[in-house]
């Protein structure tokens, strides 16, 4: 479900459908490949900005760590990419964790999740 039963509080499923409607009111799809197993990744982009939503996810309790490595090339970063993420697991609900400012429109960046974490990842 999405909400509590007893005091409709939020679940974690609840966060996961609110980053995937970051995405939708993006209005258009980008390019996303993930290589390996056990990552999946949907992105969208409204050419000013762009959203990625990833989760970590492997059958097997005790799955490493993904250290995983996101490559953008971004048209329009004349000021600087603005990186935001925003991640989802046992103690944070889709928070803010990480800002950075990237002044070349083609960089690397690492995100590093735990099996069952997800993240939303913003660039403007």
Known sequence: GLFESTLLKPLK??????????????GGCAQ??????????????????????????????DAPDREICINVQKKN???GVRVEVYLLNDEKNMEL???????????????RLKNYESCLIKLA
């Open 13 to 26: 499923t609840y966060y996961v459908y609110q980053a995937f409607a970051d995405l939708r009111d993006l």
């Open 32 to 61: 996303c490949e993930v290589g390996g197993e056990g990552v999946y990744a949907v992105a969208a982009t409204d050419n000013a900005r762009s959203a990625i939503l990833m989760t970590a996810y492997n059958d097997k309790e």
């Open 77 to 79: 970063g004349a000021d």
């Open 97 to 111: 964790v990480r800002e950075e400012l990237f002044t070349s429109e083609n960089f690397k960046f690492f995100v």
